[in-house]
């Protein structure tokens, strides 16, 4: 069983910038593709970023991309989500998933909210 926890969320201003973390358990952390979604109110979660396990080759959803990085520090065994120029509509819960082999885990969620 592999434990996904994050920190990071919190209230900021459009423009603004934010870096979400999220720390797994396990020692084979390299090995997962780890992803970040996001839930606002009243929509479906939807794919944010995604980093594979030890090539660190990205892939953004439009919305987001030039304005978040994802990168992964492996010795750490945590996920990064570094998020600048932030607007409204970023206002969110944002989860990490960590996936291998059709085997998925899923944070508990932090919130995001952008004032205008």
């Known amino acids: 069983q592999v434990q996904l926890v994050e920190s990071g969320g919190g209230l900021v201003q459009a423009g603004g910038s934010l870096r979400l973390s999220c720390t797994t358990s396990g020692r084979t952390f390299s090995a997962y593709v780890m992803l970040w979604f996001r839930q606002a109110p009243g929509k479906e979660r939807e794919f944010v970023a995604r980093?594979?396990?030890?090539?660190?080759?990205?892939y953004y959803a439009d919305s987001v991309k030039g304005r978040f990085t994802i990168s992964r520090d492996n010795a750490k065994n945590t996920v990064y989500l570094q998020m600048n120029s932030l607007k409204p509509e970023d206002t969110a819960v944002y989860y990490c998933k960590a996936y291998r082999d059709g085997i998925e885990y899923w944070s508990q969620g932090t919130q995001v909210t952008v004032s205008s």
């Open positions: 980093i594979t396990g030890s090539e660190d080759n990205t």
